[in-house]
Antibody, heavy 126, light 109 residues
């Protein structure tokens, strides 16, 4: 069973950066779409972005333009999400999640996120 | 960007009752790329339905999904005590951004 293990909680000052890691313990990492989703206290789920190593694709939500960097290291089966210029509104639980991507005739097919990390709490406070 | 609007915001029901949750998209979406998640406090979301109506083998058959175009539904046929949670619909696929509905909370009446 695939497990995604995330790095531990972080407390950061406004204006600083945070980098969260997500290691896949099994599975064909290069065929995954590794996605980052965050959840502010008492709020819903917010998609931040994704990296698809097999396609060399990185996408992120417009809201995080210029502030988020999502990468993946296939040699260590680890995905990373770095968020800069932190503000109090970035206080949230950050989840990584895996979606499988398969090649089909004419393109690629995506599956829904079926494995999630345990979440990393990031607190931004002065 | 596809906006997903879920209704109702809260659904108050008793164990054994049927729950019907709605998700409406701001534009037509491929049924292949509509999913439902369950989330309990302090836990990561759990995939219930993908492809609008496909249930992973580990998910009980009291959960079902259907719909197409802009209107999708998650039905829980007979609520069990462990089903009281928040449910999110989700659009994914080849074109970002992926989006979530705002959630429907199913609580005990």
């Amino acid at each position: 069973q695939v497990q995604l293990v995330q790095s531990g909680p972080e407390v950061k000052k406004p204006g600083s950066s945070v980098k969260v890691s997500c290691k896949a313990l099994a599975g064909t990492f290069s065929s995954y779409c590794m996605t980052w989703v965050r959840q502010a206290p008492g709020q819903g789920l917010e998609w931040m972005g994704r990296v698809i190593p097999i396609l060399g694709v990185v996408d992120h939500a417009q809201k995080f333009q210029g502030r988020v960097t999502i990468t993946a290291d296939t040699s260590t089966r680890t995905a990373y999400m770095e968020l800069s210029s932190l503000r109090s509104e970035d206080t949230a639980v950050y989840f990584c999640a895996r979606a499988t991507v398969t090649k089909v005739f004419g393109g690629y097919h995506y599956y829904a996120m079926d494995a999630w990390g345990q979440g990393t709490t990031v607190t931004v406070s002065s | 960007e596809i906006v997903l609007t879920q209704s109702p915001g809260t659904l108050s029901l008793s164990p054994g009752e049927r729950a019907t949750l709605s998700c409406r998209a701001s534009q037509s979406v491929s049924s292949s790329y509509l999913a439902w998640y369950q989330q309990k406090p302090g836990q990561a979301p759990r995939l219930l339905i993908y492809g609008a109506s496909i249930r992973p083998t580990v998910i009980p058959d009291r959960f079902s999904g259907n719909g197409s175009g802009t209107d999708f539904t998650l039905t829980i046929s007979r609520l069990q005590p462990e089903d009281f949670a928040v449910y999110y619909c989700h659009h994914y696929g080849d074109s970002p951004p992926w989006t979530f509905g705002q959630g429907t909370k199913v609580d005990i009446k």
